[in-house]
């Protein structure tokens, strides 16, 4: 018999964050996310989400033992800008029954329903900012940071039950051993000759200042895509936090106009391939060996998580500001000894962006699908 049960103390959602662990356990692709960035996602106290957002967590039980689990989410945020009553799913892990990912996927819709949401969208864990998707094709690979992994079954059972593909999300395999195209070379060449462009690195020292840039230039760029929510002042501050950790200066620029911000390509160094082996434990050892590795065994993939272009930067020999990021980045990437890494993630309508990846040789490796159900 199958008990669905709402996350209400300490225990349970100790049982919410663990299940994934031994869902996965052995898994070759599966990398172990650190276990105290998975509390942090959930504690309203640490993660600026909850500022603007609710969520209830339900485990699915078996004698007991839990076999899935699944948050209801909704983002106040984006039903106020799209003017929708939207809610979502994530965080759904599940093991192969119908039944189990039916039962969780009512919990979910129920209890959206009882907050008068008229759809369900999903999965995000926990924003569209953060890990979005559902992966569909690309099994055989890791998921890069702030990506999304899951068993090949799942697309089965979700669809199963009625949920539709409302967009797909690209993940581009790219190798930078490879030269650039000759086409992105001279197109780079032209936007760098433009008078007074400056294509420098995000600096340390004035965190705080060069990511208001960032989310100054993210807000503009993404500002027309499907979903998109602006980052508010609390999750810059989170966003500056985590960057102190993880941010390589090489990998993250700013392209400025007679002094004014026009453009950011930001990548990170893929961690995990630090981390695989620390079956999420990070203390008391795992930090220790996570720091020795980043000093001593060098990274040799990166995902570049973002790159756009503020609009009224897009014309003229500026439009091909982009190719000309991606050149920077290509180059640096060389001289840090990488291999290639990922471009994630693009949506599958956005011709112009998917285009100019293909130009710089890139493959679309990875797809991940949001789906959508009418309440």
């Not at 993660?47 to 007991?64: I, K, R, S, T, W």
């Not at 999300?169 to 000759?182: G, R």
């Not at 960057?243 to 990170?268: C, M, Q, T, W, Y």
């Not at 982009?322 to 001289?335: D, F, G, T």
Request: aromatic share 12%; charged share 30%; glycine share 6%.
């Amino acid at each position: 018999m199958i008990k669905i049960i709402p996350v209400e103390n300490k225990k349970q959602k100790k049982q919410f964050i663990n299940f994934p662990y031994k869902l996965y356990k052995d898994h070759p692709y599966w990398v172990p996310p650190l276990k105290f960035e998975r509390a942090e996602l959930l504690d309203p106290k640490k993660n600026p989400y909850f500022n603007n957002a609710e969520a209830q967590l339900f485990l699915a039980l078996q004698e007991g033992e839990v076999v899935g689990r699944i948050a209801a989410q909704i983002n106040r945020l984006h039903n106020e800008r799209h003017a929708e009553k939207t809610g979502n799913f994530g965080l759904f892990d599940v093991i192969d029954d119908a039944f189990v990912a039916k039962s969780l996927l009512d919990a979910a819709e129920i209890w959206l329903k009882e907050r008068n949401m008229e759809n369900i969208v999903g999965p995000f864990n926990l924003c569209i900012n953060e890990e979005s998707g559902l992966l569909i094709e690309g099994y055989d690979y890791e998921p890069f940071p702030y990506m999304a992994y899951n068993h090949a079954y799942y697309q089965k059972l979700v669809e199963a039950i009625g949920y539709q593909k409302i967009k797909d999300l690209y993940a581009w395999q790219y190798d930078s051993t490879q030269p650039i195209p000759e086409v992105a070379k001279q197109i780079a060449a032209a936007v760098k000759a433009y008078p007074g462009l400056v294509i420098r690195e995000v600096d340390t020292k004035n965190l705080k200042r060069d990511v208001e840039i960032i989310s100054d230039v993210f807000n503009s760029a993404w500002s027309k895509n499907w979903g998109f929510i602006p980052w508010t002042k609390e999750e810059l501050e989170k966003i500056t936090k985590d960057f102190k950790l993880i941010l390589d200066p090489k990998l993250a620029l700013i392209a400025e106009v007679d002094g004014k911000p026009a453009a950011i390509s930001i990548a990170f160094p893929n961690y995990h391939e630090a981390i695989k082996d620390l079956k999420g434990n990070l203390f008391p050892f795992g930090f220790i060996k996570f720091l020795y590795r980043l000093k001593t065994r060098k990274i040799k993939t990166a995902r570049l998580a973002l790159l756009g272009i503020k609009k009224e930067f897009r014309n003229d020999v500026l439009s091909g500001l982009s190719v000309c990021l991606y050149a920077e980045m290509h180059k640096r990437s060389q001289e840090l000894g990488h291999v290639g890494g990922e471009l994630s993630w693009t949506l599958d309508d956005n011709e112009k962006i998917n285009r100019g990846i293909e130009l710089m040789g890139g493959k679309v490796y990875k797809k991940y699908r949001i789906y959508q159900k009418n309440l």
